[in-house]
């Protein structure tokens, strides 16, 4: 007899699309055949994790039809099962595998869609945190600014791609215009959460090179540094920018 992890992984593997004949002796036998019963959890599974990635993709399966989301996502399933008891933390994985997936390949920005809205996603979910107090700032000496590394809200997500996601998923929403886009022109997002809506903001690649410094944990000068080499850009005026939106919970002075 199966211990009980023995029994859960084989019917997990079962859900997954694994023979089911060796759980055959372990199913009391009645008027439905074992197989019958398996193949409705095994539908109900499938079921609710596809509807769970429809809730999180919603543009995503607006671009390629219901019917070819379904069929793409019972794909990305049993290749990436979930992980976590949480369907709100499920499809991390899933813009990889449509940058994969050989069908999906004629819509070359369908991954990148993906990832905004995975984005979106992180962003709606994360935590709530108190947004850094300005004034914090202000009561360190100017020369010290430079050694200073900064805490990202745990709702800031950043996004960079060839194509203008941005404009893509706003066509798709309920209201949007779907009046022509180029698809020559990309875009770079930060994505966060403020007083409970999710907000867009454009960044140059400056600004961006900025971010992504800091969100890695490098220093305001080693930020400033990577801003540089990709453009001209205004330090302080983005700092303030960021510490009256909120992107930031705490800073660290290394001094």
Known sequence: MPSLHELQAAIGAHLLGADPAALAPLIRADALPFHRRLQVYRNNTFGSLTEALKDTFPVVCCLVDERFFRYAAQEFIRRHPPQAPRLAEYGALFADFLAGFEPARSVA???????????????????????????????????????????????????????????????????????????????????????????????????????????????????????????????????????????????????
């Open 109 to 255: 920005y369908l991954p990148d869609v993906a990832r905004l809205e995975w984005a979106i996603n992180e962003a709606y979910h994360a935590a709530d945190a108190p947004a850094l107090d300005p004034a914090a700032i202000g009561a360190v000496p100017q020369g010290r600014y430079s050694g200073l590394t900064f805490i990202a809200h745990p709702s800031a997500r950043l996004i960079a791609s060839a194509f203008p996601v941005d404009r893509i998923w706003q066509a798709h929403r309920p209201g949007g215009d779907l009046a022509a886009i180029d698809l020559s022109s990309g875009c770079r997002l930060l994505v966060d959460r403020g007083a409970d809506e999710i907000r867009f903001l454009s960044l140059d690649d400056p600004h961006l090179a900025f971010l992504q410094a800091l969100f890695a944990g490098h220093m305001l000068q080693d930020a400033y540094a990577a801003a540089a080499v990709a453009g001209e850009f205004d330090l302080m005026k983005s700092l303030s920018l960021h510490l009256a939106r909120g992107s930031f919970t705490s800073f660290v002075d290394a001094s």
